[in-house]
């Protein structure tokens, strides 16, 4: 590893357990939805449109590190399930806008209430008031770690 010198062990160690806890809880937290009919790339641009607003297929493609081709594809299917809409774009009519249907929201909605009440329910079940409060407090040093 060509490591930035003068790292100290523990930042290195934090810096591991932190980039596989947070991958693994992501894997398990998405999958606390359950949708059988969506893909996970098909969420995401859900997710992604929901909290964006309208958008186009170029950026929701640059936000999401997939070719246009492929997103086109992905809004197409999201398209033909009711669950998005494509208008003109009022400033360039070369453009086409995609947003949510009320249909769309609704299952954004309801997967995010289900991953909420997952994670919500492991931290219940699986850990005591005072490492809850240690969840709180580290991902508050986390949260941190964002801004710059």
Known sequence: ???KPGLSPSALQASREVRAV???LRRRILNAAEVEDLTLG???????VSDKGDVTASELAATEGVRHQS??????SLAAAGLVERSPDPDDGRRLL???T???RRRVEEGRQARTEWLAGQLQDRCTEAER???IAAMAVLERLTHD
């Not at 098909?42 to 992604?48: C, I, Y």
């Not at 997103?71 to 197409?76: E, I, L, N, R, S």
Request: zero cysteines.
């Open 102 to 104: 009320a249909e769309g």
């Open 133 to 135: 409060r240690a969840v």
């Open 22 to 24: 947070i991958s693994r």
């Open 98 to 100: 995609i947003a949510l």
């Open 71 to 76: 997103m086109t594809a992905t809004v197409a």
């Open 42 to 48: 098909q969420a995401s641009v859900l997710a992604r």
């Open 1 to 3: 590893m060509s490591g």
